[in-house]
Nanobody, 128 residues
């Protein structure tokens, strides 16, 4: 039903920026929070951040807070991940995912299990 397609990845140098996009199908896109995750070779999947259904609340882990910004354009059914001051540790496949339930009102206790539909990912490689 809901399909997600990530794009915007590539090879960049340390200190550079990238803007990833997540295009979603479906007329109910605006009801669900959107999350971003990443997985580096040999590492577990890591939560990068999320934006709520309204687009007015975001949540980030300390590892990316201040460098990454998540936003969305509900009119275009698209979520974004702006990544600044990239470093080699940011190298990973980046995935977007949609919340399993609509109109989530709090980030308390949020986990990967709360997200259902996933995209195929886009590769981000940061050279030193």
């Amino acid at each position: 039903q809901v399909q997600l397609v990530e794009s915007g990845g590539g090879l960049v140098q340390a200190g550079d920026s990238l803007r990833l996009s997540c295009a979603a199908s479906g007329r109910t896109f605006s009801r669900y929070a959107m999350g971003w995750f990443r997985q580096a070779p040999g590492n577990e999947r890591e939560f990068v951040g999320a934006v709520n259904w309204r687009g007015e609340s975001t949540y980030y882990p300390d590892s990316v807070k201040g460098r990454f910004t998540i936003s969305r354009d509900n009119a275009r059914n698209t979520a974004y991940l702006q990544m600044n001051i990239l470093n080699p540790e940011d190298t990973a496949v980046y995935y977007c995912a949609a919340d399993r339930r609509p109109f989530r009102g709090s980030w308390y206790g949020i986990s990967s299990a709360d997200f259902g539909s996933w995209g195929q990912g886009t590769q981000v490689t940061v050279s030193s």
